[in-house]
């Protein structure tokens, strides 16, 4: 099993900064694809950045130049570090996993951290 720990949600005024930390451990073998997705209230789980095991990010538009996805892999940790932040990013953020476990890759998720930007 893996267990996923995510912190540094909060409120933050419109164009301040926030870092996302997500710590997985367990009975892990690798980890493959690393992810952060949000959910607003009222809406779908959307995607919001990747990273692969090689370091290719992917991200949102809407959060594209501004938020950066990063890893460690020697600490089984992904960064979501967010700048200008505005009210339209207010939601849930999850961090997900795609990791191998005795033979099997299987998706893992956080269990959210709340991310308030005030309009």
């Known amino acids: 099993q893996v267990q996923l720990v995510e912190s540094g949600g909060g409120l933050v005024q419109a164009g301040g900064s926030l870092r996302l930390s997500c710590a997985a451990s367990?009975?892990?073998?690798?980890?493959?694809?690393m992810a952060w997705y949000r959910q607003a209230p009222g809406n779908q789980r959307d995607v919001v950045a990747r990273?692969?095991?090689?370091?290719?990010?992917n991200y949102a538009d809407s959060v594209k130049g501004r938020f950066t996805i990063a890893r460690d892999n020697a600490k089984n940790t992904v960064y979501l570090q967010m700048n200008s932040l505005k009210s339209d990013d207010t939601a849930v953020y999850y961090c997900?996993?795609?990791?191998?476990?005795?033979?099997?890759?299987?998706?893992?998720w956080g269990q959210g951290t709340q991310v308030t930007v005030p309009s």
């Open positions: 997900n996993v795609l990791a191998t476990v005795f033979g099997a890759t299987l998706r893992y």
């Open positions: 990273i692969d095991s090689s370091g290719t990010t």
């Open positions: 367990g009975s892990i073998f690798s980890i493959n694809a």
